[in-house]
């Protein structure tokens, strides 16, 4: 009898037990449910872990990221920029001054700064504008800050009068002695111009906007390539590829003292930004259209390879780079150098096209 009673009371007992167990895992259960409808979830470390946050959960709609550094994007003012990837080229030309003259006309002494040849290497990227900064990009820079350019409040700029450039005083952006649209690149720039430009958008969009250093902007013009032109070896191949002097101009002006290229592109003055084929990165009118200003200062090439250059301490002329409407073969070359005082020299085939080295939103 005694044994019994033992008997009843064990499981008395463990059928208690059992119900308490079943409570507490119910409990827990329904903590678990509740702590996943808000969101949340218990990481390793033991500290809270947003659900949303993670990276198979997709962000609300309303939410627009910042441009990553590698993505093309397009701007305020309606600029499309592409990404430039770190490596490394060689800067300079791959045919001796001498051979230059012989295939291209004009001296020796031209063709020299083009020398010595040297690897430049980029530790970073970049993003680069796909075009020249156009009338209307700086139309809505004038609109905002109420600029004037140089030739505006000095005595003209450049115009191109027969086969002579003479100093116009009606001569500017607005008025450069030919027709163009709001596509088209704005001229009659000085460095000093551009860089205005440039200032004005980096606040504008908290970036860092600038012109391009003269090794980027060949680095960009070449794409990964080797050859003289972005197109190739060939003058005639380069159809279809920029607007540069050619049949049109010769038609207009006459017969030209420099070699032509044997093309009709369609435009005798500038083109509207984007109007021919572009290179391997997406880049338009590296090469005619208009000249574009550099960063740096003009200097001689170093004998060595470099990394990351920003151009020389010191000098008195900013480097121009890529030909223009008017521009022969010889000076649409992707190793071809020009320079000029960064406030004096204006023309009616002098642009320029920006860079961006942190995108809108990612600026520290």
């Not at 903590?31 to 979830?41: E, K, N, R």
């Not at 020299?112 to 900064?133: I, L, S």
């Not at 003289?228 to 279809?240: C, E, L, M, R, Y």
């Not at 920003?310 to 000098?315: H, L, N, S, T």
Request: proline share 7%; net charge neutral; hydrophobic share 35%.
């Amino acid at each position: 009898m005694a044994v019994k009673e033992r008997s009843a009371a064990m499981e008395e007992r463990l059928e208690k037990q059992n119900s308490q167990l079943w409570l507490w895992l119910w409990l827990g259960l329904g903590l678990l449910i509740l702590i996943v409808s808000a969101g949340l979830m218990v990481g390793p470390d033991g500290e809270a872990v947003d659900v949303a946050s993670t990276p198979d959960v997709a962000p609300t709609p309303d939410v627009v990221p910042a441009p990553v550094q590698g993505d093309p994007f397009t701007n305020s003012i309606g600029m499309k920029l592409v990404f430039i990837p770190p490596g490394q080229f060689m800067m300079g030309s791959s045919l001796s001054a001498a051979e230059t003259v012989r295939r291209f006309g004009g001296e020796i002494k031209l063709f020299q700064n083009e020398h010595p040849r040297h690897r430049v290497r980029f530790t970073k990227g970049f993003h680069m504008a796909a075009t020249e900064v156009t009338r209307g990009h700086f139309a809505r820079f004038v609109a905002a800050t109420g600029y004037r350019t140089q030739a505006e409040t000095s005595n003209g700029a450049l115009k191109l009068t027969g086969k002579r450039w003479k100093m116009d005083a009606n001569t500017n952006w607005r008025n450069p002695g030919f027709a163009q649209t709001d596509d088209h690149p704005v001229v009659c720039m000085t460095w000093n111009d551009a860089t205005a430009f440039c200032r004005w958008l980096g606040l504008q969009e908290n970036a860092e906007y600038r012109l391009p250093t003269e090794s980027e902007w060949e680095y960009a013009c070449r794409a990964g390539g080797r050859s003289i032109f972005p197109w190739g070896d060939s003058n005639d191949a380069g159809k279809g590829w920029a607007n540069a002097a050619d049949l049109a101009l010769k038609r207009k002006f006459g017969p030209s003292p420099v070699p032509l290229f044997n093309w009709d592109d369609g435009h005798v003055f500038t083109a509207p930004v984007g109007s021919y084929q572009s290179n391997a990165w997406a880049l338009h009118d590296m090469i005619g259209n208009v000249w574009e200003w550099c960063s740096d200062r003009y200097g001689d090439y170093p004998e060595g390879n470099v990394t990351d250059p920003i151009g020389p301490a010191i000098g008195r002329y900013r480097n121009l780079r890529g030909g223009s409407w008017d521009s022969g073969p010889r000076r649409c070359r992707s190793a071809s150098r020009g320079s000029f005082e960064p406030g004096n020299h204006r023309d009616g085939n002098y642009g320029f096209r920006v860079v961006c080295s942190v995108p809108p939103g990612l600026a520290r």
